[in-house]
């Protein structure tokens, strides 16, 4: 059995923080966010770029009150230059169905709900409105002379880039009353200026790097290399962090060389000091200057963060990574948890590991995972590693990546939490024609699920046919649709297990898991 590691740490971290703006006209972003009264809710996305976008690595994301629940649309097909895609509840007013390209009952968020548009071949989060985790109030977020409260927002037409910053991207819209649609379904923005010159830049604009985890390495990219070659100048300065007792950077500043006609990324690598002060977290500046070749320099400058490890007291309890991902194939995963204490432990100290319910769309219960909660203790004077067990359910039915979220609490003896004190766990399916559009939402309901000889199907939708498969994919129940919003299935005479229910209608389908005990 082959076993991977989750490591948790206590007290040590080492993180990259990425935050960065897509290059003007380079990728899509938000054109327009309506929130009308009733199902009236629908979101524009629009392609700057020259070309058309192949649409199937990008995906809609939606926090519910302040991150309680997240919930994924994927989107498909390809979008022109200069064309707009239309994402809206199923059951939203027909002018803006008459422009729609993807329609779903789920897609029905409130002025409190952030929204990201996510590139998920990168996991890059290229647009947002709203922030993640955050819940501003029943008014919503304020955006210009309104809010994202019952109000049509659109883009102003010079913007060109999605925003990462929404303290930024809130005052990028211009503001229309509620149910106004007269806006969707196109949009106008005002053409990106061509350079015909090298644009030199940073490739992150914020970058967290562990004390004893260095060297911290900086990338610079280019854009529209020419025949000559272009260099450009890296130097570091003061923060919080000293220069040659924080962190080093040899020769300060040094000279960056892109050859001609490449538009390979450099790299420059910044010695961090392990040392064993308690100084706490300390940052410095990263800055690109003096660029040749006609060169533009459009990002500019980069702010490290060196977090420190060392702590006096109390003890410090905290994740590693906020998130891992693992392999459905491999059936065992250990989550490696350590414990950091300067001045020793002098008395036990315990911590309790939860799975959240209620925030992941892998279920638990031997479905997908399983999880029991667990309390781990470290002996007076003990700072080993110790480890809390998951198992990873390798079935054969095709799904999306699919995620848990363990949780730390409850820390004894005076300890505290960390920074990070969460991680999901992201399942990747290994079966061969994994598909994106499994999910289950409040439009669909299975009572009770672990069933016995009854299955009560819920719907707030109208589906025409169900079919029940085993883990094979084999089909062993099958039928029509009786009732618009109950179904009722005698599931008596089939094996204990998992099962897959695909609920059809005429030009899509929900998959839901149910357990038959």
Excluded at 334 to 361: E, H
Aim: proline share 4%; aromatic share 8%.
């Amino acid at each position: 059995m082959k076993k991977i590691f989750t490591t948790l740490v206590f007290g040590f971290i080492s993180l990259l923080a990425l935050a960065q703006n897509p290059a003007p006209c380079s990728d899509l972003f938000f054109s327009e966010y309506i929130k009308g009264t009733s199902n009236n809710k629908a979101l524009e996305i629009y392609n700057p770029t020259s070309g058309a976008i192949d649409l199937t690595n990008y995906k809609i994301m939606i926090s519910f009150n302040g991150g309680s629940s997240f919930q994924s649309f994927y989107l498909s097909g390809s979008l022109a230059s200069n064309g707009v895609y239309v994402a809206c509840h199923s059951s939203a007013d027909s002018a803006i169905l008459a422009v729609a390209n993807l329609t779903n009952a789920g897609i029905s968020f409130n002025g409190n709900d952030a929204i990201a548009l996510i590139d998920t071949a990168t996991n890059d989060t290229i647009d947002r409105i709203g922030v993640l985790g955050v819940d501003p109030g029943l008014n919503g977020w304020t955006v210009g002379s309104g809010s994202t409260l019952n109000h049509t927002l659109v883009r102003m037409a010079s913007v060109n880039n999605g925003q990462y910053d929404w303290a930024a991207g809130a005052n990028e819209w211009d503001v229309y009353a509620v149910n106004d649609f007269s806006h969707l379904g196109s949009h106008t923005m005002n053409p990106c200026s061509v350079s015909t010159n090298p644009d030199v830049h940073l490739i992150s604009v914020t970058q967290s790097v562990g004390e004893p985890f260095g060297p911290v390495t900086i990338q610079i990219g280019i854009s529209n290399p020419n025949n000559n070659p272009t260099t450009v100048q890296l130097s570091t300065a003061d923060i919080t962090a000293t220069s040659g007792v924080d962190y080093q950077l040899t020769p300060n500043p040094v000279t960056v060389t892109f050859p001609a006609n490449s538009s390979a990324t450099q790299s420059v690598n910044i010695t961090i000091t392990d040392d064993a002060a308690v100084e706490g977290d300390e940052t410095f500046f990263v800055n690109l200057s003096n660029a040749t070749n006609s060169a533009a320099i459009s990002v500019a400058q980069e702010t490290v963060t060196i977090l420190d490890d060392d702590q006096a007291n109390p003890i410090q309890i905290r994740f590693l990574v906020s998130a891992d991902t693992v392999e459905e194939n491999i059936s065992q995963y250990f989550a490696q948890l350590d414990l950091f204490a300067g001045a020793g432990t002098p008395n036990a100290t315990s911590i309790d590991v939860s799975a959240i319910t209620g925030l992941g769309t892998a279920t638990g219960g031997g479905v997908d995972y399983t999880f029991s909660d667990t309390t781990l203790t470290w002996p007076s004077g003990d700072q080993t590693a110790k480890f809390a067990v998951y198992d990873i359910n390798d079935d054969i039915l095709d799904e999306p990546l699919e995620f848990f979220a363990l949780i730390l609490s409850n820390p004894t003896n005076g300890a505290l939490l960390g920074v990070i004190d969460t991680c999901r766990i992201y399942i990747n399916d290994n079966d061969p024609n994994s598909v994106k559009n499994i999910f289950s939402n409040g439009n669909v309901k299975l009572i009770p699920n672990p069933a016995n000889d009854k299955l009560l199907i819920w719907m707030n939708e109208k589906f025409d046919s169900y079919s029940v498969m085993d883990v094979t994919g084999k089909i062993v129940l099958e039928g029509k649709i009786e009732n618009e919003k109950t179904q009722t299935l005698n599931i008596s005479n089939l094996a204990k297990g998992i099962y897959m229910l695909r609920l059809n209608n005429d030009d899509s389908y929900t998959n839901m898991k149910f357990i038959k005990q």
